[in-house]
Nanobody
Framework: QVQLVESGGGLVQAGGSLRLSCAAS????????MGWFRQAPGKEREFVAA????????YYADSVKGRFTISRDNAKTTLYLQMNSLKPEDTAVYYC???????????????WGQGTQVTVSS
């Protein structure tokens, strides 16, 4: 079992930056893929970024490529999402997810955090 707790969300102006953290407990993350997803009001949850445990390969949604960076610290069981050049359309609840078989789709993840709100004002 894995427990995930996100933090770091908040209100920021367009063009600003935020760093989200996801603290994991209950089991080592080293053999889990981990990802960030987001859900805006009235929309489905969508993929943002993922980090594979094997080889450390990362994937990004086209909408955030070049602006967001996913990283993890296995020793501290923490996942990060550095978000730069934020846009109003990035406003959403951001969720951390983990699973040994995780990829870029929500159904590939069995473990989810409770989410953290990110609001970008124009």
């Amino acid at each position: 079992q894995v427990q995930l707790v996100e933090s770091g969300g908040g209100l920021v102006q367009a063009g600003g930056s935020l760093r989200l953290s996801c603290a994991a407990s209950g089991r080592t993350l080293s053999r889990n893929a981990m990802g960030w997803f987001r859900q805006a009001p009235g929309k489905e949850r969508e993929f943002v970024a993922a980090n594979m445990w094997s080889g450390g390969t990362t994937y990004y949604a086209d909408s955030v490529k070049g602006r967001f960076t996913i990283s993890r610290d296995n020793a501290k069981t923490t996942l990060y999402l550095q978000m730069n050049s934020l846009k109003p359309e990035d406003t959403a609840v951001y969720y951390c997810a983990a699973d040994p078989s995780g990829g870029t789709r929500t159904y590939e993840y069995n473990y989810w955090g409770q989410g953290t709100q990110v609001t970008v004002s124009s």
